[in-house]
């Protein structure tokens, strides 16, 4: 018998790492950092997309708000919409300029009046080198898709509001006296439902005029705080000053065309204030409210 203890097989060592191959070596050295402008485009488009998905969620809503309006009522809110702006510029901040939120949402405003009920806007473009600027003007307020119709007269396109409710008017600031003076026609008849509704541009631009343009609609006045009106009255002894003083109102005569006088008056006043009392017992005639602006 053999005795012998059997021996143990030799330890197993692992084989030796194979060197790299050279050209791996080169592809490693040679790898450059991820692009910073490729990373920032492609979350430029996941937020796009994002964007997207909210605006189309936002005009859901605006088709939820157009079957509950009633049907006859312009789907327009000047006053609403200058609040909106107003919130919208102060949430902003620092992190986008004013006018390019006014930009941005007038765009977004004008998709939603769109998707409850499309509206015509006759456009006076006046006279002068600058007649293009009412185009300008009621383009962007109302949005590139808007249908707009060229009148050379104020009174056409005062016309063209008081036939049809799904139109509005983008009119030369009232105030001007001899040629182009507009402003005493709506003591007519005809225009006794018309109102100025909003002053454009809503936000002043550098280099314009913060008032440049304004809108007449067949739509009530309603309030955006920091409010002016517009009110027309009879003057046939030049007593406005009186008048307003007795009522309590502060404001001032804008222009006059014979015994009619346009006045603006600081703050919101409704149509039915009792106050016109007194400016009716202090001897202006048929005085009534025919518009009211804020701006953003």
């Known amino acids: 018998m053999d005795d012998s203890v059997p021996l143990p097989p030799p330890p197993m060592t692992a084989p030796a790492p194979e060197a790299p191959a050279r050209h791996a070596v080169a592809e490693s050295a040679s790898a450059s950092p991820p692009d910073p402008v490729d990373a920032a485009r492609a979350e430029i488009e996941r937020i796009d997309a994002a964007l997207l998905d909210l605006l189309g969620e936002r005009l859901r809503q605006v088709e939820i708000v157009a079957r509950a309006a009633p049907p006859q009522a312009l789907p327009i809110s000047p006053a609403r919409e ?4 107003r919130a919208l510029i102060a949430a902003a901040k620092d992190r986008v300029e004013p006018e390019h939120v006014v930009e941005i949402w007038r ?6 009046v769109r998707r409850q009920r499309p509206i015509d806007v006759a456009v006076c473009v006046g ?7 009412a185009f300008d003007l009621a383009r962007r307020h109302f949005g590139a898709r808007t249908r707009l119709h060229r009148f ?7 016309n063209r509001v008081a036939e049809s409710g799904d ?4 009119v030369p600031w009232p105030g001007k006296t001899g040629a182009g003076m507009w402003w005493h026609a709506l003591t007519e008849s005809r225009y006794a439902r018309l109102r ?3 002053a454009l541009p809503m936000r002043a631009f550098e280099g314009q005029a913060p008032e440049a343009a304004i809108v007449a609609a067949g739509a009530p006045l309603e309030e955006a705080g920091g ?3 517009f009110a027309i009255a009879f003057d046939r002894h030049f007593r406005i000053a009186r008048a307003l003083a007795d009522a309590g109102l502060k404001g001032e005569e804008v222009a006059r065309s014979d015994n009619k006088v346009l006045i603006r008056i600081d703050g919101f006043v409704d149509p039915a204030d009792p106050r016109f009392a ?6 202006l005639d048929q005085f009534r409210v025919i518009g009211a602006y804020a701006q953003v």
């Open 82 to 85: 200058v609040r909106l702006l």
């Open 107 to 112: 765009g977004l405003i004008g998709a939603a």
């Open 127 to 133: 006279a002068g080198p600058d007649n293009y600027r």
């Open 152 to 158: 050379d007269d104020v009174r056409a396109a005062l």
């Open 167 to 170: 139109v509005v008017a983008v």
């Open 196 to 198: 100025l509704i909003a």
């Open 227 to 229: 409010d002016a009106c």
């Open 278 to 283: 007194a400016v009716a017992r202090a001897g």
